[in-house]
């Protein structure tokens, strides 16, 4: 009896935890709890003191701090960007990480380290908002609120002695506040030539570690040191005044001035290839240096011919003879549609003697790959003669922007008189009552001018150039009348037109200093000022 009854007893509780668990499972499925509510979602306004205290350090900082501007277009373009940038992070990790680890790696004896997954997650950082300093120097100051909560996969296998040791990084947090300097700015694209960053403050890092499958964060001790040892390393690299330097370009190459001139005469070609259906072509030759952000410089058409003769001459200011090449193209015009491509070839400068004249016999290649099999193909040749003439010392062309020198007046200024240049840079902290879409008027000696209109902006950048012409220079008197002028972009009677200030210029400095660049204060304006340059020309 007694076997019989522990057999029962056991059927019993494996029968009645059974049923136990189907039932539980079918309450927690289909009957929703009464007491559980909805969120209440409440305005700040609403919310008492204690509340708002606890929600003060989730709060944007564009909300605290009026300084710092939103940046809810920058999150929306990297939330649709995300992942193709995580792939494209990850590929640039991975390429700058391998030699590192390469060369690192036989200090320690060990076989191999690679990453086996290497992935940032579908979350993106998000960014709470950006403050930006106006120096007035070449520079442009950013301090960003990034915050980034996400979810990526890092796993590094490690190989030594026969063994493989797994480490994997799961669910970082970094909560930091970066401030990124691009500086120096330069006339040539990205136009900065290096980004600095600094951190403002100690980050915030949190993230998971598996060492071997298993959790090392729960061994006790570990977490809150890792942690220290996280911020104390990264602010003693990069807390501010420290900084991570990255060069974009040499700035010395972006600013450089011209060393020299290349004179560039095009005789004539011979031999080249058919290219209309009557068997003739419509050439044409172009010509471009490298590392130069100038347009191309063009010979006339020379019409149904397959050996043109040009002797024209161009001039082209030279930066780097060491480095620097002449492209030389040849076109075949057309009509309609795209022109054809006969052909090209190179001149490095550094093949040219300064101050001797160089007559060349260059063949006409399809590209310029060596192992190319089309370039063995005859296409013709051009004949050009190249002169390289560096400046002297006292020839060296001036800074432009330090400079107060302006142009001269153009052919046709009346003698005694010249040209008054009226250049409107920038506005500054426009306000309308009613709406802000300024344009600005000038008026001297009778004579209107207007800078186009800029839409919805209190700052805006006009950068237009106006002409007046003087049989005079301007006298004591003389003064030139600025208005800033709103007009509404909605068709209707209601407030059309808006004043948003003036100002009166006295143009006597103007004649004696040529060139006059200054911020101007707008009357019956709050805080409105503008920026007009002037410069008075002669012949």
Request: aromatic share 8%; charged share 25%; glycine share 6%.
């Amino acid at each position: 009896m007694g076997i019989l009854s522990s057999i029962l007893g056991f059927c019993g509780f494996g029968i009645g935890t059974s049923i136990g668990i189907v039932i539980g499972y079918y309450m927690f499925i289909y009957f929703q709890p009464t007491h559980v509510k909805d969120p209440v979602i409440r305005p700040l306004v609403e919310q008492d003191s204690k509340s708002l205290q606890r929600m003060l350090a989730d709060i944007p900082l564009w909300v605290k701090n009026p300084d710092y501007d939103r940046l809810d277009w920058l999150n929306k373009f990297v939330e649709t960007m995300w992942p193709y940038l995580d792939k494209a992070i990850c590929k640039t990790a991975k390429t700058i990480a391998k030699p590192i680890i390469a060369e690192q790696i036989p200090k320690y004896k060990i076989d191999s380290v690679d990453f086996e997954v290497l992935t940032l997650g579908t979350l993106p950082p998000t960014f709470q908002g950006m403050k930006v300093y106006v120096t007035g120097e070449k520079e442009l100051i950013m301090e960003l609120a990034l915050k980034w909560a996400g979810n990526p996969n890092i796993t590094v296998a490690a190989k030594a002695f026969g063994l493989k040791a797994t480490v994997q990084v799961l669910d970082l947090q970094v909560f930091a506040s970066p401030r990124i300097t691009l500086k120096p700015l330069v006339p040539s694209f990205p136009c900065f030539s290096k980004i600095f960053v600094s951190l403002m403050e100690k980050p915030h890092v949190d993230f998971g570690l598996k060492l071997l499958g298993a959790d090392a964060m729960a061994i006790p001790g570990l977490y809150g040191f890792v942690q220290e040892l996280i911020k104390e390393q990264v602010a003693n690299m990069y807390l501010w005044p420290k900084y991570l330097e990255v060069t974009i370009m040499d700035p010395n190459l972006a600013m450089r001035k011209p060393v020299g001139v290349l004179t560039v005469k095009v005789l004539k070609a011979t031999k080249l290839k058919k290219k209309d259906l009557l068997g003739g072509a419509d050439p044409y030759v172009k010509l471009k240096l490298t590392e130069d952000k100038l347009p191309s410089k063009k010979t006339t058409v020379k019409h149904k011919t397959l050996s043109p003769e040009w002797n024209e001459e161009f001039h082209m200011a030279i930066r780097d003879p060491g480095t620097q090449a002449l492209e030389i193209m040849v076109y075949d015009w057309e009509k309609v549609g795209r022109h054809d491509k006969m052909g090209m070839n190179v001149v490095p400068l550094s093949e040219l003697t300064p101050d001797e004249s160089k007559v060349m016999t260059l063949d006409i290649l399809k590209n310029m790959d060596p192992n190319d099999a089309q370039n063995e193909k005859l296409r013709g040749q051009l004949v050009v003669e190249l002169l390289y003439k560096p400046f002297k010392e006292d020839e060296m062309p001036e800074d432009k922007e330090d400079s107060k020198e302006v142009q001269k007046a153009p052919e046709g200024t009346p003698e005694g008189g010249g040209m008054l240049v009226v250049i409107v840079h920038e506005a500054e902290d426009l306000e309308g009552k009613h709406q802000t879409n300024p344009h600005v008027r000038l008026l001297f000696k009778g004579e209107e001018r207007r800078t186009k209109q800029v839409r919805k902006n209190r700052d805006p950048r006009f950068n237009e150039e106006f002409n007046f012409m003087l049989e005079e220079p301007p006298k004591a008197h003389d003064r030139l009348h600025v208005e800033v002028v709103s007009t509404s972009s909605r068709m209707g009677l209601l407030h059309p037109k808006e004043n948003l200030g003036y100002c009166d210029i006295n143009l006597a400095d103007v004649v004696s200093n040529k060139r006059i660049n200054e911020k101007h204060n707008l009357i019956d304006s709050k805080n409105g000022k503008i920026q007009i340059e002037l410069q008075w020309r002669t012949a």
